[in-house]
């Protein structure tokens, strides 16, 4: 089993949409989480760090449920520069786990 | 620009050579990274270097050789360059502390082995 699962998608949606990702991870002492967005053939760049109370950045909400192991990605009114993979982040100590990320694809 | 800059972004070579990757990073973080993105996406530690000092080295065979002459530079060297290293390879560095520190990442050097 991946230490971080996610939904590879692609989630294909049109502009205007709201779409959720989910992720799970699995190694308890994780400590803090953090969702990434990579662009095509470009590397990963911080979207947002992932709080237990959730948090919210523009049309981006964040959740993280550490009894069930899961952490959320919210995004609404999407743009078609949305359009990009979203990687869910799990930090041990030093080390970042990357999960598979999920693409995501806004369509006009 | 401050930045973390990697050299080459494109490498294609023969397998059997040995070749080198550089990363440079002008954010003043102590902490840097090397990553492997295979076909499938997926990025993975490959190891870490604290101060000059390696605190993570994942399970990659002996062939790839981190250096890190200062805390500005961690250098990726690899030896009998085999086809299932072809992948993409990215330099990361971090600021020192605990906590939800965030990873600034170079551009990635695409390695093509023929």
């Known amino acids: 089993r991946k230490e971080v699962e996610q939904d590879p998608g692609p989630f294909n949606v049109p502009e205007g949409a709201t779409v959720a990702f989910n992720c799970t991870y699995s190694?308890?002492?994780?400590?803090?989480f953090f969702w990434y967005r990579q662009d095509c053939r470009k590397e990963p760049k911080l979207l947002m760090s992932v709080y237990s109370s959730g948090n919210e950045d523009g049309r981006f909400t964040a959740q993280l449920n550490r009894a069930s192991q899961y952490i959320s990605l919210l995004i609404r009114d999407s743009k078609l520069s949305d359009s990009a993979t979203y990687l869910c982040?799990?930090?041990?100590?030093?080390?970042?786990?990357f999960g598979g990320g999920t693409r995501l694809m806004v369509k006009p | 620009d401050t930045a973390v800059s990697q050299t080459p972004k494109y490498l294609v070579t023969q397998m059997g050579n040995d070749k080198s990757i550089k990363c440079e990073q002008n954010?003043?973080?102590?902490?840097m990274y090397w990553y492997k993105q295979d076909s499938k996406k997926f990025l993975k530690i490959m190891f870490s270097?604290?101060?000059?000092?390696?605190?993570i080295n994942e399970t990659v065979p002996n062939r790839f050789s981190p250096k890190s002459p200062d805390k500005a530079h961690l250098n990726l060297h690899i030896n009998s360059l085999e086809l299932g290293d072809s992948a993409v390879y990215f330099c990361a560095s971090s600021p020192p502390g605990q906590g939800r520190n965030e990873q600034f990442f170079g551009p990635g050097t695409r390695l093509t082995v023929l």
């Open positions: 954010l003043g973080h102590d902490t």
């Open positions: 270097y604290n101060n000059k000092e390696l605190i």
């Open positions: 982040v799990a930090r041990t100590g030093n080390m970042l786990t």
């Open positions: 190694n308890s002492a994780s400590q803090s």
